[in-house]
Structure formats: structure tokens, C-alpha cells
Nanobody, 127 residues
Framework: DVQLQASGGGLVQTGGSLRLSCAASGFTFADYGIGWFRQAPGKKREGVSCTSGSDHNIYYQESVKGRFAMSSDNAKNTMYLQMDNLKPEDTAVYYC????????????????????WGKGTLVTVSS
């Protein structure tokens, strides 16, 4: 079974950093689309950063470019989201997700349509 578990959220001040981790099992990163998504209170879930086995480019939502960096460790089957220079508008529950169809990363970023979702981790950025 595919399982994903995000961790690393917390409370941080504006300008601070956090590193989210997502431990995955039941699939191989090279064969799936994977990504990070977030949902702020009262808002729709949105793509933050996505990539795929078929398209090795990493795509970012415009508002996080230059501040967030997605990476993965295939040996550990873990993906990461390094978040720097955090802003109050980054406050949200962050989710990691995976998809068997292996579309391009920008498709996932736009459609927010994934097969498997982990439980989220809350990131709160205080002003």
C-alpha cells in the first residue's frame, strides 16, 4: 500500500525557516508524480512544488519561488521541502502527495489531482 507521512511543521517567526519531510512507502519516486501542497484556513488546497519521474523538472508556485526548495532522497524514499524566508501568508497545513499517472510536475501543480495523500503538517508563521 502507498503511504505518505509528512512531518516537520511548527510555529516560526516571519523570515524563519522550516524543513518538511515526507516518508513514503509502497512506491518508487522514479515511477510516480510527487509533490507538496498546502491549504490555508478557508482556502482551496493549492500546489506548492511538484515533480515527476517522467519530467525531472521541479515546478514551484510563483509565490514560493526562490524561497522554497523541494528535494528527495531516493535511497530513503523521503522527500523534503526546505522553506526559507517564511511569510505569514505561508501559514497552512502542508501535505505531501503521490500519483501513479506520472504526469509532468506543472500539471500536478495546477490540477492538484493526486492519487495518494499523506496527513498534513501545520506550518504557522507569526508576524
Amino acid at each position: 500500500d502507498v503511504q505518505l507521512q509528512a512531518s516537520g511543521g511548527g510555529l516560526v517567526q516571519t523570515g524563519g525557516s522550516l524543513r518538511l519531510s515526507c516518508a513514503a512507502s509502497g512506491f518508487t519516486f522514479a515511477d510516480y508524480g510527487i509533490g507538496w501542497f498546502r491549504q490555508a484556513p478557508g482556502k482551496k488546497r493549492e500546489g506548492v512544488s511538484c515533480t515527476s519521474g517522467s519530467d525531472h523538472n521541479i515546478y514551484y508556485q510563483e509565490s514560493v519561488k526562490g524561497r522554497f526548495a523541494m528535494s528527495s532522497d531516493n535511497a530513503k524514499n523521503t522527500m523534503y521541502l526546505q522553506m526559507d524566508n517564511l511569510k505569514p501568508e505561508d501559514t497552512a497545513v502542508y501535505y505531501c502527495a503521490a500519483d501513479r499517472r506520472d504526469f509532468s510536475g506543472d500539471w500536478y501543480l495546477d490540477k492538484v489531482d493526486m492519487d495518494y495523500w499523506g496527513k498534513g503538517t501545520l506550518v504557522t508563521v507569526s508576524s
